[in-house]
């Protein structure tokens, strides 16, 4: 197995997003989303949201001219799989970044390894109120 390829490299990288995304690091965000990234959020209510780079880059810089501070870090790691150049992680996270409301998200994220670093493909966000189990 190649040394980019292991669970810890795959928390690293996840570990990088987590920091860059809740600083609202846009241009960080740039070279962590892949070119055809996608990312769906189920909200509580079960309205689906879709953005792709350009949009979801969009969101962040939203709330960073806002005036929003740093997100909640909070993450509980599930699972990580690793199936050649694509990697599958699945944890949950607590932050307002989604709706403006500190919710509970529930993620599956698809990373790639291309360009020698591994890049967010796909997210796929399930938002909870903090209160729901």
Same mark, same amino acid.
């Given at each position: 197995?190649?040394?980019?390829?292991? %669970?810890?490299?795959?928390?690293?990288? $996840?570990?990088?997003?987590?920091?860059?995304?809740?600083?609202?690091?846009?241009?960080?965000?740039?070279? /962590?989303?892949? #070119?055809?990234?996608?990312?769906?959020? /189920?909200?509580?209510?079960?309205?689906?949201?879709?953005?792709?780079?350009?949009?979801?880059?969009?969101?962040?810089? %939203?709330?960073?001219?806002?005036?929003?501070?740093?997100?909640?870090?909070?993450?509980?790691?599930?699972?990580?799989?690793?199936?050649?150049?694509?990697?599958?992680?699945?944890?949950?996270? %607590?932050?307002?970044?989604?709706?403006?409301? #500190? $919710?509970?998200?529930?993620?599956?994220? #698809?990373?790639?390894?291309?360009?020698?670093?591994?890049?967010?493909?796909?997210?796929?966000?399930?938002?909870?109120?903090?209160?729901?189990?």
């Amino acid at each position: 197995m190649k040394a980019t390829h292991t %669970k810890q490299a795959i928390r690293e990288a $996840m570990d990088h997003l987590i920091d860059r995304a809740t600083n609202f690091d846009i241009e960080a965000l740039d070279t /962590i989303y892949h #070119e055809d990234f996608h990312t769906t959020l /189920i909200m509580p209510d079960s309205t689906v949201q879709t953005f792709n780079k350009i949009e979801f880059k969009a969101h962040f810089a %939203k709330q960073a001219e806002e005036g929003k501070t740093q997100l909640n870090t909070w993450a509980e790691w599930h699972d990580y799989h690793i199936l050649g150049d694509s990697a599958v992680c699945v944890l949950s996270r %607590k932050h307002s970044g989604m709706n403006g409301e #500190e $919710m509970k998200l529930l993620c599956n994220i #698809e990373l790639r390894f291309e360009d020698g670093r591994w890049q967010v493909l796909r997210e796929q966000i399930f938002l909870r109120p903090l209160t729901e189990a």
